[in-house]
């Protein structure tokens, strides 16, 4: 078996034609688990079994939680031609959305108890016999033109919608973007708190690591201990791909943080004070990505010293009627971004705040990034957000009679602060921000109802703020 010319080069690709692998020998690790080592002969064993054993359908939900395993399965299907489905959550509604969109899908897994309605794949720690026999003698060429996945949107601004993933486009994304993160050279290892069908996860953990000869850590490390210890067994160098909310709550946690050499974080703006803490207490430079589920990552920053965002490359932005579009580069078609931009020369802009953030209250302009931050600076808060209850109408201006405002309903918001009563925190928030964005009603919660990359879904929201008890309505400015 190789998967090396006899030089110990890599086998060389067509024109369209990409390997699945960077790594330059089968004794090279691809992954590490509890800090042991899983070399890329180990790797295309599990590849080679799993084919096997993968029923046979066309379209595969991957869940398993261990990213090595996930990172197997993603192998098994490339190689039987199947498209692996990866939406952001597993709730039983869009579990149903999911069999509708794809009638014959199948769940793998590598959970024991999975309660997820579909057939099922079990993930064998120990394969049969005849499949353990079974291996690949080179590293696999995937077509460029090869549908890899369908991701979905995370359902924050609405219903989650599918968008297809191609291997050329998803490869030359990986690739072109390593250098600007300086995970070159195959040294590195990536300990990751996102999930892995989650696109940012998908990209900054399993793909970048194949692509770019690097390793991952198995693990999924969810609470603050988990993660330092996670951390602190990875080999050196090693970065941590994360998010704001994983941050703050590492942070905040108090415990000792191992050393890293670089942070990586996505998913939602990144409050520049945050990012001093964490580079402070890390003793390590952190690179925030931009990007969406449709366009994969498109720009990155150095947060603690600019607040401009850097194309990838290839990458460019045009406006249209206020709209700002991406094109080019491993982005396959022109797509549309849903956030308010300000582009500073062909390769930098500014980045505003989400269009469906903005509001307009009594003709006073805001947005719910920037509500949100100054909530969150409140001493005490631990988490929290506004949002627009359902039905809710935005206020269009005063209506001549004393202090009187068109519109029938205010931004809600929830709001985690188990020291503070609701008058301590609408008193607090009078100092922060104009009395008509005052939230009605203020809901006091004991968790948010993030999902595993900390975004807020609205259908979540909606539900909390129709089942919730309103703890407070705030009066009027």
């Not at 693990?219 to 909310?245: K, M, N, S, V, W």
């Not at 929201?461 to 407070?472: C, E, F, M, V």
Request: net charge negative.
């Amino acid at each position: 078996m190789r998967i090396a010319g006899a030089d110990g080069s890599a086998i060389a690709c067509g024109m369209d034609r990409t390997p699945l692998l960077a790594h330059e020998s089968l004794d090279a690790p691809i992954a590490y688990r509890n800090g042991r080592a899983i070399e890329v002969r180990h790797f295309l064993r599990d590849v080679a079994a799993l084919m096997g054993q993968l029923p046979d359908a066309r379209h595969v939900l991957n869940v398993c939680s261990d990213r090595y395993r996930f990172t197997v399965g993603l192998g098994a299907c490339l190689l039987t031609g199947k498209v692996s489905l990866l939406p952001s959550t597993h709730t039983p509604e869009v579990i149903r959305q999911l069999q509708a969109f794809a009638p014959d899908v199948v769940c793998l897994t590598d959970q024991s108890a999975c309660d997820i309605e579909l057939p099922r794949c079990q993930w064998q720690e120990r394969p049969s016999a005849e499949a353990a026999t079974l291996t690949l003698e080179r590293v696999p060429e995937i077509p460029s033109d090869q549908l890899v996945a369908i991701v979905f949107t995370s359902g924050s601004t609405g219903t989650p919608l599918p968008h297809q993933k191609t291997w050329g486009p998803l490869s030359h994304c990986v690739r072109s973007g390593q250098p600007r993160l300086g995970l070159g050279g195959g040294r590195w290892t990536l300990v990751g708190t996102v999930p892995m069908q989650h696109m940012f996860g998908f990209e900054s953990t399993v793909l970048l690591a194949l692509l770019t000869g690097n390793t991952f850590i198995a693990e999924r490390p969810f609470y603050p201990a988990d993660i330092g210890a996670a951390i602190a067994a990875a080999p050196r160098p090693r970065a941590l791909i994360t998010t704001p909310i994983h941050l703050r709550t590492l942070l905040a946690s108090g415990i000792e943080l191992p050393a890293l050499d670089l942070l990586v974080s996505a998913t939602a703006p990144l409050p520049q004070e945050l990012a001093r803490e964490a580079e402070q207490r890390f003793d390590a430079p952190l690179i925030e990505i931009y990007g969406s589920t449709e366009t994969g990552q498109i720009a990155t920053r150095r947060t603690t010293a600019t607040d401009a965002w850097q194309l990838w490359p290839g990458v460019r932005l045009k406006l249209e009627d206020g709209i700002a579009y991406a094109e080019g580069g491993h982005v396959e078609q022109s797509t549309s971004l849903c956030d308010v931009i300000e582009p500073l020369d062909a390769e930098h802009f500014i980045l505003h705040g989400r269009t469906a953030d903005l509001v307009n209250v009594a003709g006073k302009r805001s947005s719910l990034s920037y509500l949100n931050a100054q909530l969150n600076t409140i001493p005490g808060v631990t988490d929290g957000a506004f949002f627009w209850p359902e039905g809710a109408e935005e206020f269009e201006g005063p209506t001549g009679l004393e202090g009187g405002l068109t519109g029938v309903a205010r931004l809600a918001a929830a709001v985690v602060a188990p020291s503070l009563s609701a008058a301590a925190l609408i008193e607090a928030l009078r100092e922060r921000i104009d009395p008509v964005f005052l939230p009605r009603p203020l809901l006091l919660v004991e968790r948010l109802p993030r999902n595993a990359t900390g975004k807020l879904p609205q259908h979540a929201l909606q539900s909390l703020a129709a089942n919730g008890r309103p703890t407070s309505r705030a009066p009027g400015p």
